[in-house]
């Protein structure tokens, strides 16, 4: 059938990615890839960068990134772009016709192991981004990711935790809730005070962003705005510290990775407090890799004085530290032992993946805190 103002294309989305291209009028395209850290490196860039559009929430697929680009694009300088994937070759389909001039790859975890059936699946599905884009951003700690960029012949800046081009010198944390950070950017040093707490994960991230920035303003930092980073905060849900009268709450109930974590619980540690304690749900689409995913989760909250497990979700069978205070499938029970457990001074973590919704019990826990 044949009705008007139709359009007929050969393909739906690669009709939809064309036009979105032609659209984006951006001197320079950012693509920012990796498992942990894209929604939080974009928002950087975008301070970075003030004359900057980015991609918004999780619009990051092969149908988000063109929508959002013909919804949202106002005409910007520079054009801050996530490419997702689940699988080989999502990553590539719109890199190849939304093509970034700088292509950051934050790193590589574990994350949907379960959807991409391995681990060098998510491996060679996020270098499809270096493959498309001019210059590449590397990350100098991951050995596997410096090994593959030595087989590729274009411009490429690196990051990492006192090694690459940007690098993170040194962090610490005020009493008052601050971090204090020192960078070295290729030859010269840089100190910054963040008014919020962020942990080694977000601070690569910014060393990433730096060098990203660095690359699409044409080499110069004249157009960087670096007082603009001071007042970044983490948003709801996603490692954001409060103070519930004398206990201090880390809502990181957004989702979880056993990355995240790791920087997590390593924060907690470098942070004064009476007790560190979490309260944890699974990791979810790790399929077969669900038990190793969780043992190893588990050996990360030992280092904490205390943890209460969320039962009852695929996975959560396997929480099993040896420093579990207790455990209920009811979101309510649990929330009342945690509030019971808590004393003054005290840090907690709520972590789980987004389908656990622990958002419920921690807005359990501070109604029955207040
Ligand atoms: P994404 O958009 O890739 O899902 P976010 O910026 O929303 O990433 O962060 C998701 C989770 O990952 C949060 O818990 C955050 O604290 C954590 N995170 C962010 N960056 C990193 C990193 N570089 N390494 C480990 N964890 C990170």
């Known amino acids: 059938m044949h009705l008007k103002n139709q359009i007929i294309v050969n393909n739906v989305i690669d009709f939809l990615l064309s036009l979105a291209a032609e659209y984006l009028k951006a001197k320079k395209v950012i693509g920012v890839t990796g498992s942990s850290g894209k929604t939080f490196t974009k928002e950087v860039l975008n301070k970075l960068l003030p004359d900057s559009f980015k991609t918004p929430g999780n619009m990051n697929t092969e149908i988000g990134v063109p929508i959002s680009i013909l919804n949202e694009y106002k005409g910007q300088e520079v054009a801050i772009i996530e490419y997702a994937m689940n699988k080989k070759g999502d990553i590539e389909r719109i890199c190849k016709i939304i093509k970034p001039d700088v292509g950051i790859v934050l790193n590589v975890g574990r994350q949907h192991i379960g959807v991409a059936g391995s681990f060098e699946n998510i491996f060679y599905g996020k270098m499809e981004l270096f493959q498309c884009s001019d210059t590449i951003i590397y990350n100098a700690d991951d050995e596997m990711m410096s090994e593959y960029v030595k087989t590729i012949n274009k411009p490429k800046i690196s990051f990492g935790i006192k090694r690459g081009n940007v690098s993170l010198l040194e962090w610490n944390y005020t009493a008052s809730g601050k971090t204090k950070v020192r960078y070295k950017i290729f030859n010269e040093e840089k100190k910054i005070m963040l008014n919020d707490i962020f942990h080694r994960g977000h601070l690569l991230n910014i060393a990433a962003a730096v060098a990203a920035a660095v690359a699409a303003a044409i080499g110069t930092s004249e157009k960087i705005c670096w007082k603009c980073l001071e007042n970044i905060k983490n948003v709801k849900g996603r490692f954001h510290w ?70 009852g979700y695929e996975g959560s069978e396997y929480i099993k530290p040896k420093n579990v205070i207790a455990r209920a499938k009811d979101k309510k029970k649990l929330a009342r032992k945690v509030v019971n457990y808590l004393r003054k001074g005290d840090i907690i973590l709520f972590k789980a993946s987004r389908g656990v919704m622990m958002e419920e019990v921690l807005c359990i826990v501070e109604e029955m805190l207040k």
């Open 242 to 311: 409060k103070n519930l009268g004398k206990i201090r709450i880390i809502d990181d109930t957004y989702n979880a990775s056993l990355s995240a974590f790791d920087v997590a619980v390593e924060t907690m540690l470098k942070i004064d407090a009476k007790r560190r304690l979490a309260v944890v749900g699974p990791i979810f689409e790790q399929g077969w890799f669900s038990k190793e995913t969780h043992e190893r989760l588990s050996k990360i909250l030992e280092k904490l004085d205390g943890v209460f497990v969320l039962d």
